[in-house]
């Protein structure tokens, strides 16, 4: 067997790439529920991956799914039964509006609430754009 063989059937026994090729993917909440109750398992790490306070994102996620939430260590509790699905959609939402950036598209981002404007600024530390979070 010479060498371009050998090299193909290794090639034919390495898996597949798991991820998009991407730098940045959107990590995905990892919820189940118990009781009346939707656990957030994996909450403090994808909020450390998208370079967010954790109190910011349960914010967003309280007031768009109508429901308390409370942190609790690296989980999040919202007390209504949800579909994971659903939770991810507004996560996602999230991450589109409040990391990515519009411009560039990176999520290099980081909310500037000072500076004596009543809006809060993204900015883009990667291409220096500055844009209004809702």
Known sequence: MGYD???E???SKMPEKAGSGERFDIPVLDSFNEGNKTIL???QAACLK?????SEV?????KELATPATVEGDRLVLHRKLKPEAVNKK???YVNGHVLCKQCGKPDTHIDSGSGQRAK?????ACGARGVVR
Not at 121 to 125: G, R
């Open 5 to 7: 063989e050998l090299l």
């Open 9 to 11: 059937d290794a090639y």
């Open 41 to 43: 398992k994996n909450f």
């Open 50 to 54: 998208i370079r967010r306070a954790a």
């Open 58 to 62: 349960s914010k967003f996620l309280s």
């Open 91 to 93: 996560f996602e939402e």
């Open 121 to 125: 600024m993204l900015v883009c530390e």
